[in-house]
Structure formats: structure tokens, C-alpha cells
């Protein structure tokens, strides 16, 4: 222990400080990273612990040289959790709003294409490099986070299987001991160690909820919502929460009752939970109920016009803007890539390098697909989606969005394979990938002539497509027919055939 401690300090003493500054919520980003040179690298964060939803807040733009510099919103005050998707690794930071970060990139490791969308493989996590922070709070996390998830893995074992809380009260007070040593000042960094110490405290105790929640929970609230560990200690004591509250909570015949009332909403739920002096705190107990209703409803132990009223009543009575940002974004999450939705705008680039922007393709149908010129179901569609582009050239678009990493080696295939659709490379926008879900290749959506899904996601050109487009493109010619003459977008059925 001695070692660590000694590590930890000589790191914080050996941090340069900073000196650039830039304002408001926004960071700056500055380096040099040769291997990553032409590069255009994503920044993301989460827009939230409850759906873990990734948002691209910034990109990189590294020039030929590999130097790069770069201003990035963080969309709100505070620290956030930020990465960025490097090949096989997964490069962390925490940002303050308002600092400027001189970061090193790691060397640059290929992620195998195989391995890209396969929904199970894990990028290799790392932290980025920093040369100067004055705040040293990234290496008062990493000291204490290094020290922390060795002393639980060694301790694990005793803590869970033989519930021995005397050892746990033991090692809570070597985090303290740490904490001191690091002498980090950031009050998001205390909040981070508070609920590591939670962490600790509840293993042996997660028979007792009611103590871990009045311990660490009922008179403590993070400095916002985005300290990582307040969530992950969160979930593991409270899983499922709407489902399994009436196992430990006084005010179980309340709460039954509202949870069975098809009149019940989001006040009168938390109503009768605050009669329960474990959820007095009112920040907590509403963040509890938004986790057991993101988890019910995709559990489906909850019901949909449930989960709609419950949301509804958070976005208008929720005790903090957090709370409601929280509601608002599980309620997008639910929506999203639905049919009748707004199809995820983006704009890429074709084999020509021109931009192609979706939403200024309104005004015809467009069959969207996910493709990479090496994996075989997609090569195998590329002549069927020749054969969909001939027949509705004049009704639809057939867009093909490439995922290979070499864009001038895929430009080249593609312009001597002279397709009758337009291939896109998604290099410029990444996200586009997240934006549209995608965990596997190849995979299709059907979007409408008003920017809208309809099929999502769509049939493969192989599998009955036609069929399928041909339902749709009746069905919305028959919608806009009762609509009348007023339509807001001028489309295919606007002009006599």
C-alpha cells in the first residue's frame, strides 16, 4: 500500500499545470498524434447513466502533420465522462467544463474488421494521456481508482460471499486514508470516492437496503448527474426497482397501490415513497423511480401507457432539471428509430468526396443500408441493390453506407464496380452508426419522402423487399391523399406519373 501511495504522489507533483483556458461549458483539445494523422476522431460522452446512450459532442480534425486542436461542447457545466473510439481501444478522459487539455493519443491498434459488429466484443480500455491539467483531476481518479479496483478484487470474495461487513467498514476507512493522500480538491472527485465507498459498504449488505441507503444516499447528492459511480453503486443496490420495492421499503402498501392504479402518476408515486424516511431525499428517490422505469419497460413488467404517463408526469413535475433532462431522454430513447420517427440525419461523403446530406433528399423514398465491401451477406446484396435502384429509379434512392476504415481503398473497388446506387463511406461521421444502431452487417432501414422511418429495420433486398416497399409506398400515398393539398413537403405523389 505504501507503494501506491508513494506512486500516486509523485504523479500529482510531476503534473505540469495549465495554462490556455477557454470558457463556458466548452474544452479545448490540442496534441500531436502522427499515427492518427487525416484522422477525423469522434468525441463522445454519455447523455445519461439510466440509458447509457452515447453522444458525439466534438471531432478531432488531425491534419497531415497529426497536430490537431480543437474546441468541443461538454453541453453542460461540470465534469463529463468523455471517450473516444481508437480501433481496438476505447480512449478515456475527464473533462471540466472550461479547461484546456493537451492530450497523447495511445499508438494506433487496428480493431479487426470481424470483430467491429459483433455485439460481444469488448474495445480494450484506456486512459489518454495528459500533459498538463491544473485541476490533477484525472490522475486523482486514476491514483484512487488504480488502488481501489485492486483492494476490491483481492477483497471481493470475503465481502460478498461471507458478508463480512467488519472488513468492509476496514477498507472504507483505507479509501479515506487515499483520499486524504491525493488531496485532490474537486468535489467530483469526492463524490466519485463516496459512492466507491458505497460500493464497498453494500456488498456485504445488499440484503439491507435500507442501510446503504440511509448511509450513502439519503443526505448526500452528487455535484451532478454524471459521477459514474453514484449510478453503477445505484444499479447494483436497486435493481429493477419498481418491480422489487415493496421488498424493503415501510410505505409497500402505498406504493402497491399506486403501482396497480391506472390513475397513478409521478407525484403521487413519489408522494408515497417519501413516507418512507429512506427516500426522503427527493433527488435520489426520483432517480430510483426513472431507473425502474427504464428497466421495466424494457423488461416488459411494466406497461406502455404506464411507463408514457409516468414520463409525462416527470418532464413537468421532476424536482430538478436533471430529472426532467433524465425523463426526456429515456422517452426519446423509447421513440427512437421507431417507425413514424425522424430518420437520424447525416451528411457523408460519396466515392467523389462530395457531401450527401439525407435531409436534403426529401422528396423520395430512400432504402438506407449498412454495408462493408469485405463482409459476404453485404457483398452478396450489392448486386440485388443494383437491381432495387433500376426498378425504382424514379420513386426511391438506394444508399449504401460503407463502414470500411480505408476510404481510397473503398473508393477505388466501388468506382470499378460502377454500382447503379450511390455508396457513402461513413468516415466524416461516424456516429452515424450509433445514430442508426447498428450492431451488425448489413442492416437496412426504409425512410419515407417526409424524412421518416417506416421500416425499421427494413428487409435485406434479398428477403421479399419489393413487397414490403410496395405496402408502404401505398399506405403513405393513401396518407397523403387524406391529408388534402396542404402538404409541407413536395414528394414523388405531388407529380402525376
Not at 463522445?44 to 452515447?54: A, C, E, L, S
Not at 467523389?352 to 430512400?366: A, E, I, M, P
Not at 459476404?376 to 440485388?384: C, E, G, L, P, R
Amino acid at each position: 500500500m505504501r507503494r501506491i501511495l508513494s506512486i500516486i504522489l509523485l504523479l500529482i507533483v510531476l503534473l505540469p499545470v495549465a495554462t490556455a483556458q477557454v470558457t463556458g461549458n466548452n474544452v479545448r483539445l490540442h496534441g500531436r498524434a502522427l499515427q492518427y494523422a487525416s484522422h477525423h476522431i469522434e468525441v463522445f460522452v454519455y447523455m445519461d447513466y439510466i440509458t447509457r446512450d452515447k453522444v458525439a459532442i466534438g471531432v478531432i480534425d488531425i491534419d497531415d502533420n497529426g497536430k490537431f486542436d480543437c474546441v468541443v461542447d461538454l453541453q453542460r457545466e461540470g465534469v463529463r465522462y468523455a471517450f473516444l473510439e481508437l480501433g481496438a481501444y476505447k480512449a478515456y478522459i475527464y473533462l471540466e467544463s472550461g479547461k484546456t487539455y493537451q492530450i497523447v493519443l495511445p499508438p494506433f491498434k487496428q480493431r479487426p474488421d470481424a470483430d467491429r459488429f459483433n455485439p460481444f466484443y469488448q474495445q480494450e480500455l484506456i486512459e489518454i494521456g495528459i500533459v498538463n491539467e491544473a485541476s490533477k483531476l484525472n490522475i486523482s481518479i486514476r491514483g484512487f481508482e488504480s488502488w481501489w479496483h485492486n483492494m476490491y478484487a483481492e477483497n471481493i470474495s470475503r465481502l460478498a460471499r461471507y458478508n463480512d461487513r467488519k472488513l468492509a467498514d476496514k477498507l472504507i476507512l483505507q479509501c479515506d486514508s487515499i483520499e486524504k493522500v491525493i488531496n485532490c480538491s474537486s468535489q467530483f472527485f469526492h463524490d466519485f470516492v463516496h459512492y466507491r465507498k458505497a460500493q464497498v459498504y453494500a456488498t456485504p449488505r445488499m440484503g439491507d437496503v435500507r442501510r446503504v441507503l440511509s448511509s450513502y444516499y439519503a443526505s448526500n447528492k452528487p455535484s451532478n448527474i454524471d459521477v459514474p459511480s453514484y449510478w453503477q453503486t445505484l444499479n447494483m443496490v436497486c435493481p429493477n426497482f419498481l418491480s422489487s420495492i415493496t421488498i424493503y421499503t415501510e410505505a409497500k402498501e402505498k406504493c402497491r397501490k399506486e403501482l396497480r392504479s391506472n390513475d397513478g402518476t409521478f407525484y403521487s408515486l413519489s408522494k408515497a415513497l417519501s413516507t418512507d424516511t429512506v427516500y426522503a431525499n427527493k433527488i435520489v428517490r426520483e432517480h430510483l423511480m426513472l431507473m425502474g422505469i427504464y428497466d421495466g419497460y424494457y423488461a416488459q413488467d411494466i406497461s406502455e401507457s404506464y411507463v408514457d404517463n409516468m414520463l409525462s408526469g416527470a418532464l413537468k413535475q421532476g424536482a430538478t432539471e436533471e430529472v426532467k433532462l433524465l425523463a426526456q431522454n429515456i422517452v426519446d430513447k423509447k421513440s427512437y428509430l421507431h417507425s413514424g420517427t425522424e430518420a437520424p440525419d447525416f451528411t457523408l461523403m460519396d466515392m467523389n468526396g462530395k457531401d450527401v446530406t439525407l435531409s436534403k433528399l426529401k422528396g423520395r423514398w430512400v432504402y438506407l443500408g449498412f454495408l462493408h465491401s469485405e463482409n459476404f451477406a453485404a457483398v452478396k446484396d450489392m448486386a440485388a441493390l443494383d437491381a432495387l435502384q433500376a426498378k425504382y429509379q424514379k420513386d426511391m434512392l438506394v444508399i449504401g453506407v460503407f463502414t470500411d476504415e480505408k476510404s481510397d481503398r473503398l473508393a477505388k473497388k466501388l468506382k470499378a464496380a460502377k454500382h447503379q446506387w450511390m455508396p457513402l463511406t461513413y468516415i466524416s461521421q461516424q456516429s452515424v452508426l450509433s445514430d442508426y444502431n447498428v450492431v451488425a452487417l448489413p442492416t437496412y432501414y426504409l425512410i419515407d419522402p417526409e424524412g421518416r422511418i417506416k421500416l425499421s429495420p427494413a428487409p435485406s433486398p434479398t428477403e421479399k423487399i419489393e413487397q414490403a416497399i410496395a405496402t408502404q409506398m401505398v399506405s403513405y400515398k393513401s396518407e397523403i391523399s387524406k391529408r388534402g393539398k396542404n402538404n409541407q413537403v413536395k414528394n414523388i405523389y405531388d407529380i402525376a406519373h
